[in-house]
């Protein structure tokens, strides 16, 4: 019974409904593969604004600290520790940013 599926009609074409399964399948699957990159540009979009606007967030305070330490401050006044914890901040939540676009792409892959 199953081996009478790609046999062809008296016509000599496949059976219409097979060949409609697999264009089903095959649409399906290219459907599912534009919206997973879709997603990924738009979680990598979401990171990079995040980043982007801790930056600048952070982009007085930094710029003067640095003046500061330039000027002859120590490192232990609190500009200059303000300005460590500033960058260390902003690594360790670009790290957890890096590690959770990571973390998606493998579950979309899993899917």
């Known amino acids: 019974m199953s081996g009478d599926v790609f046999q062809p009609n008296l016509r000599g074409h496949i059976k219409p409904d097979v060949l409609l399964r697999t264009r089903r399948s095959v649409m399906e ?18 990171a990079l604004l995040v980043v982007v606007g801790l930056l600048v967030l952070f ?3 930094l710029w003067s600290a640095a003046a ?40 979309a892959n899993d899917e």
Do not use: C
């Not at 699957?29 to 979401?46: D, I, T």
């Not at 303000?82 to 670009?94: G, H, Q």
């Open 29 to 46: 699957a290219a459907h599912l593969m534009q919206a997973k990159k879709a997603r990924q540009r738009r979680h990598a979009g979401l």
């Open 59 to 61: 982009a007085p305070a």
């Open 68 to 107: 500061d330490v330039v000027a002859g401050e120590t490192f232990l006044d609190m500009p200059v520790v303000m300005l460590a914890l500033s960058l260390v901040f902003l690594s360790a939540l670009f790290a957890v940013v890096m590690m959770q676009l990571k973390a998606s792409k493998r579950g």
